[in-house]
């Protein structure tokens, strides 16, 4: 299985409705099936594919606030002669997140995102965080 990574946008927190909104995520991993001899290709490093044509995670957000059908765009791919796969699919992601105000406007905020795969256990997908 490909290694995995991912790296996240946040878009916006919601005070009053307590969420947190995510436009963008960044997905990378190797797949040694993709890998070329540049030299073999007139040099040829980078080339962009049709997402519906390659392997791609089945990552979802566990702690959603909306379904699970919603969220990604099918997008291109760049996939690199080394066989790396840069994914980077406009994402509409919603989750729950408990918001406490006391200190406002000097207050942090921390909400947890739980992102997994849908089919693959952690033996056959490594999920890592950038």
């Avoid at 099936?33 to 979802?60: F, G, Q, S, T």
């Avoid at 994914?87 to 992102?115: E, G, H, N, V």
Wanted: glycine residues 4%; proline residues 5%; aromatic residues 16%.
């Amino acid at each position: 299985m490909p290694k995995w990574e991912n790296t996240l946008l946040l878009c916006a927190l919601s005070y009053k409705n307590h969420f947190i909104h995510l436009s963008l995520l960044f997905q990378e991993w190797n797949d040694e099936r993709l890998r070329w001899d540049p030299a073999e290709y007139n040099n040829l490093r980078i080339v962009r594919i049709p997402c519906e044509k390659l392997w791609l995670p089945d990552i979802v957000l566990y702690n959603s606030a909306d379904d699970y059908t919603s969220g990604y765009m099918q997008i291109k791919a760049m996939v690199h002669s080394t066989g790396n796969v840069f994914w980077s699919p406009p994402a509409k992601l919603r989750s729950a997140c408990k918001i406490d105000i006391t200190y406002f406007p000097f207050d942090d905020q921390s909400c947890m995102m739980k992102f997994g795969s849908w089919a693959y256990d952690g033996w056959q997908l490594n999920i890592t965080k950038r």
